[in-house]
């Protein structure tokens, strides 16, 4: 019977990841279990420069998120970028289906959303996917993402989830766009640029941030 069993959560996992078609949001908290059993990978991969937040260090504010913009490179690639061009911009970390990397200390501040905002915020970049990519890969990008995010709200004792978007700027998560809206000192709009246009809202993400929240 216990055999039995096992054979059949075996095959239900790559029923899971093979057919995109037949399971997506209604089945959500099943690929979001799949995906929180994999291990994060966190690699300091460069000396970036060492700037507390306004705050201090170790005291970031809340989180901001980003896609990258692009959706020609992947998650390896936009490591190699960021490492040679850095002294213009950088990040604390990237996401893609597979894992969470964190190629900077979030203790720090980094360059990734102008001199209002880098201040004040970490900031996770969302690798984005080419179009025609299977809906199962992205929402699984996306349980990473949140789950990097919720992360980084405990880590950090920042507080629990809210979104500035909907208040006004003021908020523990925050989009590069309500950045842009709200605080200025740079003019980018992702992750909308993205997410909506392959089916997920923000407000879906902001659910994936709280159920990571309040589950780990
Ligand atoms: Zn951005």
């Known amino acids: 019977m216990k055999k039995y069993l096992i054979i059949m959560l075996a095959s239900l996992s790559i029923y899971l990841v093979s057919n995109d078609?037949?399971?997506?949001?209604?089945?959500?908290?099943?690929?979001?279990?799949?995906?929180?059993?994999?291990?994060?990978?966190?690699?300091?991969?460069?000396?970036?420069?060492?700037?507390?937040y306004r705050s201090g260090v170790g005291r970031p504010e809340g989180v901001i998120l980003h896609?990258?913009?692009?959706?020609?490179?992947?998650?390896?690639?936009?490591?190699?970028?960021?490492?040679?061009?850095?002294?213009?911009?950088?990040?604390?970390?990237?996401?893609?289906?597979?894992?969470?990397?964190?190629?900077?200390?979030?203790?720090?501040?980094?360059?990734?959303a102008g001199k209002v905002a880098n201040p004040r915020y970490v900031q996770v970049e969302l690798v984005e996917f080419p179009d025609g990519t299977s809906k199962i890969k992205m929402m699984q990008s996306i349980e990473q993402y949140a789950h990097y995010i919720a992360r980084v709200l405990k880590q950090f004792n920042i507080g629990k989830p809210t979104l500035a978007?909907?208040?006004?700027?003021?908020?523990?998560?925050?989009?590069?766009?309500?950045?842009?809206?709200?605080?200025?000192?740079?003019?980018?709009?992702?992750?909308?640029?993205?997410?909506?246009?392959?089916?997920?809202?923000?407000k879906y993400v902001f659910s994936r941030i709280n159920y990571y929240y309040y589950s780990i």
């Open 165 to 202: 978007d909907e208040i006004n700027g003021i908020g523990t998560i925050i989009t590069h766009n309500s950045v842009s809206k709200y605080l200025g000192g740079t003019t980018h709009t992702d992750p909308y640029n993205y997410l909506p246009k392959n089916g997920f809202s923000i």
């Open 21 to 52: 078609q037949i399971i997506f949001a209604k089945d959500v908290e099943k690929i979001g279990y799949l995906v929180i059993e994999r291990p994060h990978t966190l690699e300091k991969i460069k000396d970036f420069p060492k700037l507390p």
């Open 67 to 112: 896609s990258t913009g692009e959706n020609d490179k992947t998650l390896e690639e936009w490591i190699s970028y960021e490492e040679k061009t850095w002294e213009n911009a950088f990040v604390h970390a990237f996401v893609d289906d597979r894992k969470a990397v964190e190629i900077a200390d979030p203790n720090y501040l980094c360059w990734g």
